[in-house]
């Protein structure tokens, strides 16, 4: 049973092109859960240690449930006929829209564990303005989100103290794994055309405003887990606009390949 909030399209009196910016956008954020959730899936089973095994699939499921309902509403803003598996598993590597933070492999423990952290906390403050969208499909799905996605930021904030305020190896794997990811943290907050588009016309959220909340909240996280922010840092980009890492094609080939070998496969 699919218990995550099934959207009705309610974009009446919305012309052409808003609709079709919500689409772009709602495709946006339904690869981005997509990813992120395929890739901590991949540690069932391998997790540390049994508690966080499950965390971490839990965790996976909330995030691929998210958007199983971003997808679902996608599929009837496009009214192609179209289903949430057809978006989800028949749509080349170019085509998907998420930012390459959530695509980097997993890595250790540490890795997995920043890579987390530094989406939580965009995603927390993002799910909290999305549920005053006048797009009430938006809305609805933001607000049940929510409520998962302010377990995701405790559990990965607690992580990333435990970790860095640790042991003498677990600091320097945690601050490896921030040094090499910090250069993916950019590109949440830079805002797409279609971003920008919508948050005039008020449908979402300006990035500025997240940015601020996400500093303070991974700079206080930072300080306690007695970890140096990276300096100077090239922020990379671009695979909110379809232009990705070598990582995705091979995540995808696995992801796609039942739906792919058998096609319009049912069980």
């Known amino acids: 049973m699919d218990l995550h909030h099934k959207p009705t399209v309610d974009l009446q009196g919305y012309s052409p092109e808003i609709r079709a910016l919500v689409y ?4 946006q954020l339904a690869d981005t859960s997509l990813i992120l959730g395929h890739r901590l899936s991949e540690w069932c089973g391998h997790g ?19 958007s199983r309902s971003l997808y679902q509403y996608a599929a009837e803003l496009e009214g192609q006929g179209r289903t949430e598996d057809d978006l989800a598993s028949l749509r080349d590597a170019v085509e998907y829209k998420n930012p390459l933070l959530v695509e980097q492999p997993n890595g250790d423990f540490g890795d997995t564990v ?33 409520k998962e996605a302010s377990y995701h930021v405790k559990w990965s904030a607690e992580w990333i103290i435990r970790l860095g305020d640790g042991t003498e190896e677990s600091r ?6 921030l040094d090499n990811l910090w250069m993916f943290s950019g590109e949440l907050y830079t805002m797409t055309d279609t971003e920008k588009a ?24 930072f300080a306690e887990a007695t970890l140096e922010v990276p300096q100077n840092v090239f922020m990379q980009k671009g695979g909110k606009t379809g232009r990705h890492s070598e990582h995705l094609g091979y995540l995808l080939t696995e992801l796609q390949y039942l739906q792919r070998a058998y096609p319009g496969l049912e069980w």
């Open 48 to 66: 540390p240690i049994l508690e966080q095994d499950l965390a971490m699939a839990n965790i996976a499921l909330d995030l691929i449930g998210e």
């Open 198 to 221: 919508l948050a005039q016309a008020g449908f979402i959220p300006d990035y500025s405003g997240l940015l601020s909340q996400w500093e303070a909240h991974v700079g206080k996280v």
């Open 172 to 177: 320097r794997r945690i601050q490896k794994a």
């Open 114 to 146: 920043m890579r987390q952290f530094l989406f939580d906390g965009f995603h927390f403050f993002l799910l909290k303005e999305l549920q005053n969208s006048p797009d009430k499909g938006l809305a609805g799905i933001a607000a049940k989100s929510f």
């Open 24 to 27: 772009d956008y709602t495709l």
